[in-house]
Nanobody, 115 residues
Framework: QVQFVESGGGLVQPGESLTLSCVAS????????MTWYRQGPGMEREFVAE????????NYAESVRGRFTISRDNPKNTVYLQMSNLKSEDTGVYYC????????WGLGTQVTVAS
């Protein structure tokens, strides 16, 4: 059974930083590129970042490039998202997922950026 447990969200002020973690289980973690998605209030879920199997290649949505960093620790089955210079538009629920057409999402972790 595939599971994702996201954590690290919270309430922060604009300009501050957060690091999210996602522990995955139920599949061979090192065999998949991993992604972060987010869903803002009243919005569709959108792509944020992707990291390759070994962690050497990353890709970001234009809106977060230069502010967010995705990384992974394969022995720990964990993917991270370091977020800096957070903006109000970064508010939403953040989810991790294997790269590909999968729909088995976890509960996500809430990030709220507000002054």
């Amino acid at each position: 059974q595939v599971q994702f447990v996201e954590s690290g969200g919270g309430l922060v002020q604009p300009g501050e930083s957060l690091t999210l973690s996602c522990v995955a289980s139920g599949f061979v973690f090192s065999s998949y590129a991993m992604t972060w998605y987010r869903q803002g209030p009243g919005m569709e879920r959108e792509f944020v970042a992707e990291v390759s199997l070994g962690g050497g290649v990353t890709n970001y949505a234009e809106s977060v490039r230069g502010r967010f960093t995705i990384s992974r620790d394969n022995p720990k089955n964990t993917v991270y998202l370091q977020m800096s210079n957070l903006k109000s538009e970064d508010t939403g629920v953040y989810y991790c997922q294997r790269a590909g057409p999968f729909e088995d999402w976890g509960l996500g972790t809430q990030v709220t950026v507000a002054s």
